[in-house]
C-alpha cells in the first residue's frame, strides 16, 4: 500500500490524500485550497496523478477545504464512486454551488477562469453513494471503507481502510470533545497507520463550559448599550450552535423584541438540512428537543434577498447579526462590518478558526483599521473571541485519541499550520512513543 498527499500539508486546506494499493487508487478528501489569493491559485495547477485513474473517492465530511475540488476531478475526468454519508453528500452539494457562485461572481468581477461550472457539479452528484456509520463495505475490490462518527459537523467521519492486511484510519476534522450537537468521535479500536488533523496540535481549548456564559454577557451587553453584535459564522456547524445557544438565553432571559437575524441563505439551507437528520444529532440534545425544534427559529429574522438583507440597517438596535463568510473574507458580513465596526458600540464576536491573512485574522490580531471593499474602515468596536465554539479536537484530545487506538506504528499529521502539525507530532512521538510525520506534498510513503 502507497500513501500520497496533495493538499493540506503544513496547512490547513485543500486535504486530498491518495491511497495505491495493487492496481487499485482511492482518494481520501478533494479538498480546496483557501486564503490569499496566490494560495488559492493551487486549486488550478494539476492534482499531481491523473483523475481518469482514481477508482473511488470517499469524502469525509461536507467543508469546502475537504470537498471543494470535486467538480474538478470530475472535470478532468474522474468517474469512480463517490462515498459519504447522507448529510455530507446534501451539505457537499450546497457548499459546492454556493461557491461556484462566489466563483463566478469574482471572474465576472476581475476576470480569469472558473475552477468549475454547474455542469460539472450536475456530473458530480450522481456519482455519490451514500453509506450510513459503522457499516464495512468494499468500495473497490481489495479495500474495504467504514465511516464512524467524528463528532466534528453533521455526518462528519474517521475513515477506516483495510487493505492487504493492513489498516489506515483518517481523522479527517476530529471533533471537539463534548460537542454541543453530535456525539463525541467514535474511538478506532485498533489500527496500523493513522493519518491526523493537528489544527490546533499545540493549542487548549478554553473550557467549553465558557461558553454559554461568554455569549450571555456579551448579548447581556449588546442590550444593554444598545449596541449591534455582528458574528461572522460559519454556515455548517457553528450557525446551529449559535442559534441553538441563542435559543437558550432567549428562553431564560426573555427577548421581548425581534433582534436576531440570521443573514446566510446558505445557512438557512444547512439548517434545514440538519432539520432532516436528527438521526445524526447527539442523544443529548435530541431528548431535549422532542419536538425536534432544535434551533429556535421562530426567535429569528430570516434574510433570504439582498434587499432585505440591507432592511436590517432599518432595524433599531439592539440587533445581532449572524452572517458569513466565517472568517470574513467575504459575503454579507463586510456591508455589515463596514458599517458597525466604526462604532464603538458595537462588537465584532468571532467564533471559529481565523486563517491567517484573512480580515477575521487581521482584526482578532488587533488591526485598527481595515480595508473593506475598497475602502479604509476604522475599527472601534469591540472585538471579543469566544475560543470554544471550535469545531476542532485540541492537542490534549488528539493526544488522548491516539494513545486509544491500539497497535498504531506511524502517524500521518495533516491539516494544521507548522508549528501546530510539529507541536502534535512531538507529543506523540516523545509521550506516546509512536513515529510521527509530518508529510510533504506528492512525496510517497510505503506503508
Ligand atoms: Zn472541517
Not at 478532468?76 to 463517490?82: A, M, N, P, T, W
Not at 491526523?196 to 463550559?209: K, L, P
Not at 507529543?427 to 512513543?433: A, D, Q, R
Amino acid at each position: 500500500m502507497r500513501l500520497s498527499f496533495h493538499g493540506a500539508c503544513s496547512e490547513v486546506t485543500g486535504s486530498n490524500i491518495l491511497i495505491e494499493s495493487r492496481n487499485q487508487k482511492i482518494l481520501l478528501d478533494c479538498g480546496l485550497f483557501q486564503g490569499p489569493r496566490l494560495h488559492e491559485e493551487k486549486n488550478f495547477s494539476g492534482f499531481g496523478y491523473s483523475p481518469s485513474e482514481i477508482n473511488a473517492l470517499v469524502l469525509c465530511h461536507a467543508h469546502l477545504d475537504h470537498v471543494g475540488r470535486t467538480p474538478k476531478l470530475v472535470k478532468e475526468g474522474f468517474r469512480g464512486r463517490i462515498y459519504s454519508t447522507g448529510p455530507t453528500k446534501e451539505l457537499a452539494q450546497l457548499v459546492l454551488a454556493d461557491n461556484e457562485k462566489l466563483m463566478h461572481d469574482e471572474v465576472e468581477k476581475h476576470g480569469g477562469e472558473l475552477l468549475y461550472d454547474l455542469a460539472d457539479l450536475e456530473r458530480t452528484v450522481p456519482l455519490f453513494e451514500t453509506i450510513p456509520y459503522g457499516e464495512r463495505i468494499e468500495i473497490v475490490p481489495g479495500i474495504k471503507l467504514t465511516l464512524l462518527n467524528a463528532g466534528h459537523i453533521l455526518g462528519s467521519c474517521v475513515c477506516v481502510i483495510e487493505a492487504e492486511g493492513k489498516k489506515l484510519a483518517y481523522t479527517s476534522d476530529l471533533g471537539n470533545n463534548p460537542s454541543l450537537l453530535l456525539e463525541s468521535p467514535t474511538r478506532v479500536a485498533s489500527a496500523d497507520y493513522l493519518i491526523s488533523e493537528s489544527t490546533y496540535g499545540g493549542r487548549t481549548h478554553e473550557d467549553i463550559n465558557l461558553r454559554t456564559q461568554k455569549l450571555a454577557w456579551v448579548l447581556e451587553n449588546t442590550i444593554k448599550d444598545s449596541g449591534v453584535l455582528l458574528i461572522p459564522s460559519f454556515a455548517i456547524e457553528r450557525t446551529q450552535e449559535l442559534l441553538h445557544d441563542i435559543d437558550h438565553f432567549c428562553s431564560i432571559e426573555g427577548c421581548n423584541r425581534p433582534m436576531f437575524y440570521l443573514d446566510s441563505p446558505l445557512a438557512q439551507k444547512v439548517t434545514a438540512v440538519y432539520g432532516k437528520y436528527p438521526e445524526f444529532l447527539g442523544s443529548n440534545i435530541r431528548s431535549n428537543h422532542l419536538d425536534n425544534d432544535f434551533f429556535g427559529l421562530e426567535r429569528v429574522q430570516i434574510t433570504q434577498t439582498v434587499d432585505e438583507s440591507k432592511e436590517i440597517n432599518d432595524a433599531p438596535s439592539p440587533k445581532v447579526i449572524i452572517a458569513g463568510a466565517g472568517m470574513m473574507n467575504g459575503g454579507r458580513i463586510l456591508h455589515h462590518a463596514k458599517r458597525y465596526l466604526p462604532d464603538s458600540k458595537n462588537t465584532l464576536l468571532i467564533v471559529g478558526y481565523q486563517a491567517k491573512g484573512s480580515l477575521g485574522r487581521r482584526i482578532l490580531d488587533g488591526d485598527t483599521e481595515v480595508k473593506i471593499h475598497g475602502e479604509r474602515v476604522p475599527v472601534n468596536a469591540k472585538v471579543k473571541a469566544i475560543g470554544s465554539y471550535s469545531a476542532h479536537a485540541d492537542a490534549p484530545q488528539l493526544e488522548n485519541y491516539i494513545k486509544s487506538i491500539a497497535g498504531l506504528k506511524r502517524v500521518f499529521f495533516v491539516h494544521g499550520e507548522p508549528e501546530e502539525s510539529q507541536a502534535i507530532a512531538n507529543t506523540v512521538s516523545t509521550k506516546i512513543g509512536i513515529v510521527s510525520i509530518i508529510p510533504e506534498t506528492g512525496k510517497y510513503y510505503e506503508l
